[in-house]
C-alpha cells in the first residue's frame, strides 16, 4: 500500500505564501504523476497543478504565474509553493499520485487534505 501526508496548510493573509508537502510512503516502485487538487466549500474538487515524471508541469489557469509545482523523486516528495494567494484560493487541497507498487500494481492514491485560508 502507498500513504500519502500533505503538510503545510494554514491561514495567510491575501498577497502571503504558503508551502505544501506531500510524502509519500509504503511499498512503492515508481511515481509517476504527483499532482495537487482543491475543493472550496460546494464546489468540485479541481486540478490545480500536475508534475509528471519526464514530461513536464501542468497548471491550472487560475494559479499560473502564481503557483509552483516541483518534486524530489528521492523522498517520493511533491511541494505547491503558492505565492500571491487570493480569496478564492481558499481550500482544501489534496495531493494525488500515480504509483506502481513494488507488486507492479498501478493506482491513485490521495492524501488527507490540509486546509489553505486566505483571508482578505
Known amino acids: 500500500q502507498v500513504q500519502l501526508v500533505e503538510s503545510g496548510g494554514g491561514l495567510v493573509q491575501a498577497g502571503g505564501s504558503l508551502r505544501l508537502s506531500c510524502a509519500a510512503s509504503?511499498?512503492?516502485?515508481?511515481?509517476?504523476?504527483m499532482g495537487w487538487y482543491r475543493q472550496a466549500p460546494g464546489k468540485q474538487r479541481e486540478l490545480v497543478a500536475t508534475?509528471?515524471?519526464?514530461?513536464?508541469?501542468n497548471y491550472a489557469d487560475s494559479v499560473k504565474g502564481r503557483f509552483t509545482i516541483s518534486r524530489d523523486n528521492a523522498k517520493n516528495t511533491v511541494y505547491l509553493q503558492m505565492n500571491s494567494l487570493k480569496p478564492e484560493d481558499t481550500a482544501v487541497y489534496y495531493c494525488k499520485f500515480t504509483a506502481t507498487t513494488t507488486a507492479l500494481r498501478r493506482g491513485d492514491y490521495w492524501g488527507q487534505g490540509t486546509q489553505v485560508t486566505v483571508s482578505s
Open positions: 508534475i509528471t515524471s519526464g514530461v513536464g508541469t
Open positions: 509504503g511499498s512503492i516502485f515508481s511515481i509517476n504523476v
